[in-house]
């Protein structure tokens, strides 16, 4: 038999600084290299952002004040990761396990600068905070489409006796799979007449046209009020043949 599965939702729990592997202990050692004119300037550009922060977006922002690539990412990933409440339990955590832990890659300097870098730096950025809230919108209002397929075939009519083909039945199959709340994929079958495909052909053209208004609709209502998420992205156009 499977095992049993328990699933837990509810609200993020506390940061745990034990948690830190290596990965993301180069990332703030990187952060801690920041000099007071690029955490200052760049948290008044990323408070000033208006529509979303994305994380194109993001990375943007983030490169017009640290022209270091590898620190431009770190300070990135930082930002997507951590909340304000992070900053001093992170910290001191860090400061825990650079005492028990033999070769632990962050200095006392390095901790001490990032507790002066991270409170400043880790802010609630209105921008950010709308981009997790599109974010978060997009996985409340439905289940998110993985796949779908039409698949099309042909059923052989069999005589009485199943000794020979007297026929053939075309039919068209909509496979759907999408993700449940549990995070696991939910698969769906139905059978579709020649009909009811042209129907949805139909409905599919008259859909993307809605979108279309739509979309232009909010980009002249609200500059920069489109987040780019994967239920918001326009399809790309095709190159002309000419």
Known sequence: MPEPVIYIRGLRPPFDSSGA??????????VSTLSDDESNTLRERLSQVKGFLDPKALAAE????????????????????????????????????????????????????LGEILPNLIQPYPALARFEKAERLAKLTGQELESIELICDLRPIFDEDRKQIEGMMPYTR???????????????????????????????????????????????????????LPLTRAPAKKASDV
């Open 21 to 30: 592997d290596s990965s993301m202990l180069a990332d703030l050692k990187a």
């Open 62 to 113: 983030v490169r017009r004040t640290i022209k270091v690539e590898e620190t431009a990412r770190s300070v990135q990933t930082a930002l997507q990761n951590l909340e304000p409440k992070d900053t001093e339990p992170l910290v001191k955590g860090l400061a825990e396990r650079g005492k028990q832990e033999k070769d632990f890659p962050l200095s006392e300097a390095e901790l001490a600068r």
């Open 174 to 228: 909509l496979h759907i799979v999408a993700t449940g709340a549990d995070g696991l994929p939910k698969s769906f079958e139905a059978e579709l007449t020649h009909r009811q495909v042209n129907d949805l052909r139909e409905k599919a053209a008259k859909a993307e046209s809605k979108l279309d208004v739509l979309r232009k609709s909010v980009e002249r209502s609200f500059p920069g009020g489109l987040p780019d």
